[in-house]
């Protein structure tokens, strides 16, 4: 049972485009999701968290929206750049228990084509 | 930002033998974790540990795994014996605090099994 869903498998868009990656959880005690961004051959980086007393957190490009009574969220880049090409991962963990074991989605692939 | 590093970044060992994968996370980092990812599968939390000591482990730490960091040098795990189902990549992370901290990874490190 998969608990952290990620959509679309892998997304192209046009450079200047806004791209979307849709994420959806199943455990109700999540309440921490960071997205990874990964570059190949490299370890995932952090890009954006949200906590799940907030809808919405934005950062420069980077937007996460929240829904937490439908249990899903979405990664909006807007203005998208070739250099965004990349892995995106949605994570989650309920904290509460202070050691933060990270869930992670399969992942989608971006693809800017400039 | 702060980096992890991982070594070695590729191993390729016969079923049965021993490996360790080493870490070395961000120097004043406390928290410690490891992950697993199989080819085309999303990253599945091992372990963590804090203060020297395993404080939560998923079904995938199996008694053949174990993770130590002695004096505050390379956080290590070992897996003896090997298995072929313990081909993947797997992830080193660190964070400063726990719950809710990011999480910093290294670039993995690439294990096949023969």
């Known amino acids: 049972q998969q608990q952290v869903r990620q959509s679309p498998q892998s997304l192209t868009v046009w450079e200047g485009e806004t791209a979307i990656l849709n994420c959806s959880y199943e455990?109700?005690?999540?309440?921490?999701f960071p997205w990874y961004q990964q570059f190949p051959g490299e370890g995932p980086a952090l890009l954006i968290s949200?906590?799940?007393?907030?809808d919405k957190k934005e950062d420069g490009r980077f937007t996460i929206f929240f829904n937490k009574r439908e249990k899903k969220l979405s990664l909006h880049i807007t203005d998208s750049q070739p250099g965004d090409s990349a892995t995106y991962f949605c994570a989650a963990s309920a904290n509460d228990s202070g050691y933060n074991k990270l869930t992670f989605g399969k992942g989608t692939v971006l693809l800017v084509s400039p | 930002g702060p980096k992890v590093l991982q070594i070695p970044s590729h191993q390729i060992i016969d079923m049965g033998q021993m490996v360790t994968l080493n870490c070395d996370p961000v120097s004043n980092h406390l928290y410690f974790y490891w992950y697993k990812q199989i080819l085309g599968q999303q990253m599945e939390f091992l372990v963590n540990f804090y203060n020297g000591k395993v404080m939560e482990k998923s079904k995938l730490f199996k008694d053949q795994f174990s993770v130590e960091r002695p004096d505050g040098s390379y956080f290590t795990l070992k897996i003896q014996p090997t298995a072929l189902e313990d081909s993947a990549v797997y992830f080193c992370?660190?964070?400063?605090?726990?719950?809710?901290?990011?999480?910093?990874f290294g670039p993995g490190t690439r294990l096949l099994v023969l």
């Open positions: 949200i906590r799940s007393v907030s």
């Open positions: 992370a660190s964070s400063l605090t726990g719950g809710g901290d990011t999480q910093y």
């Open positions: 455990d109700s005690t999540f309440n921490y």
